[in-house]
C-alpha cells in the first residue's frame, strides 16, 4: 500500500486515531476524549499521522514532554494498521518523530511489552540501556528503552 503523506495529527483525524489505536492495542484503550486532551490542549505533545493514497489513516506515533522532567520527551506510542504492515512505514514514522523532537529535547525513552518483541527495533534509531521496568496491570513486563539525543554544534 502506497503512501501518501506523513504529518503532523490534525483533528479531523481524531476518530481514526481513537479507533485504530483500540484495534490495535485492546488491552490498552483510551478513549477519544483522551487523544484530544493529549494531542491538542496542551503543549510539549507530538503527533505524526500517515495516510495511504484514499486519505486513511495508515499508522500512527505520539509522544509528550514529561512534566516535571523539563528535558525528556516519552514516546507513548506506535502503530501500524495490519493491512499496511511490512513496508516500512513504522521506520518512516520513527524517523519523523524524532527528527521533529530532537529539537526540543536531550532525552527520549519509552515502554513497550513482553509480548512486542521489539528491542531490536528500537535499537537501530539508537535506543539503548534496555532494562525490565515494572510490569503492565496484567503482570506482562514493561520493557524500558532511552535515546540520547546528540544536539548538533551550532557554530
Ligand atoms: C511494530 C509495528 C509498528 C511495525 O510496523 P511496520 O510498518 O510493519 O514496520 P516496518 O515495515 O517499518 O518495519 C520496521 C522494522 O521493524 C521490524 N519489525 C516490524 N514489526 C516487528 C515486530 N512486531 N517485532 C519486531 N520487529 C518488527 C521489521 O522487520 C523492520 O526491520 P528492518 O527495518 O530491519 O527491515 C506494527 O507491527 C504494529 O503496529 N504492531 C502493533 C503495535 C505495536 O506493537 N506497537 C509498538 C509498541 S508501542
Known amino acids: 500500500m502506497k503512501i501518501k503523506s506523513i504529518g503532523s495529527a490534525t483533528k479531523r483525524q481524531l476518530d481514526a486515531i481513537f479507533e485504530t489505536y483500540n484495534k490495535t492495542f485492546p488491552k490498552s484503550p483510551w478513549s477519544r476524549s483522551y487523544f484530544d486532551s493529549f494531542l491538542f490542549s496542551s503543549k510539549g505533545r507530538a503527533g505524526f499521522f500517515m495516510l495511504n493514497r ?14 516535571g522532567a523539563s528535558d525528556e520527551f516519552n514516546l507513548s506510542a506506535l502503530w501500524v494498521n495490519k493491512n499496511c504492515r511490512s513496508k516500512g512505514h513504522a521506520n518512516a ?9 530532537s529539537k526540543k529535547t536531550e532525552k527520549m525513552y519509552l515502554h513497550f511489552r513482553d509480548s512486542n518483541n521489539l528491542q531490536a527495533f528500537y535499537s537501530k534509531f539508537g535506543f539503548i540501556n534496555h532494562r525490565i521496568d515494572g510490569q503492565y496491570k496484567n503482570g506482562e513486563p514493561k520493557h524500558y528503552m532511552e535515546l540520547k539525543i546528540r544536539r548538533k554544534s551550532l557554530s
Open 54 to 67: 484514499n486519505n486513511n489513516l495508515c499508522g500512527f506515533i505520539l509522544g509528550k514532554k514529561q512534566a
Open 93 to 101: 514514522l520513527m524517523e519523523k518523530f524524532i527528527s521533529e523532537t
